[in-house]
Nanobody
Framework: VQLQASGGGLVQAGGSLRLSCAAS????????VGWFRQAPGKEREFVAV????????YLADSVKGRFTISRDNAKNTVYLQMNSLNPEDTAVYYC???????????????????????WGQGTLVTVSS
């Protein structure tokens, strides 16, 4: 499975970006996709996830109300729409896939990087003030 993240760039505070994560290879259909981010000097943190079975979404508290995650199964692509961006959102954004076919109802299951099997290369988002 290969993941290709794209859509990052430079944007002013208050602006929007849409990130894409395109999956290829032997993905099947039972995979959940999460987004994480890592700012300079900080730990990688969970941002959002969309599950494979019902398309359930979970978002980090820091992005609720501003970010949305969606998927187009026909294109094997997951999107992260980011609105009302602020400088604290500046980071490298990574998408990751959990291909274990687990459909957990526990949000916390998806927030740890250890449950993801494949990772994209990251795309840089820079928000200027």
């Amino acid at each position: 499975v290969q993941l290709q993240a794209s859509g990052g760039g430079l944007v002013q505070a208050g602006g929007s970006l849409r990130l894409s994560c395109a999956a290829s290879g032997r993905t099947g259909s039972r995979y959940s996709v999460g987004w994480f981010r890592q700012a300079p000097g900080k730990e990688r943190e969970f941002v959002a996830v969309i599950t494979w079975n019902r398309g359930t979404t979970y978002l980090a508290d820091s992005v609720k109300g501003r970010f949305t995650i969606s998927r187009d199964n026909a294109k094997n692509t997951v999107y992260l729409q980011m609105n009302s961006l602020n400088p604290e959102d500046t980071a490298v954004y990574y998408c990751a896939a959990n291909v274990r076919g687990i459909a957990s109802a526990n949000r916390d299951y998806y927030t740890g990087s250890q449950v993801y099997d494949y990772w994209g290369q990251g795309t840089l988002v820079t928000v200027s003030s």
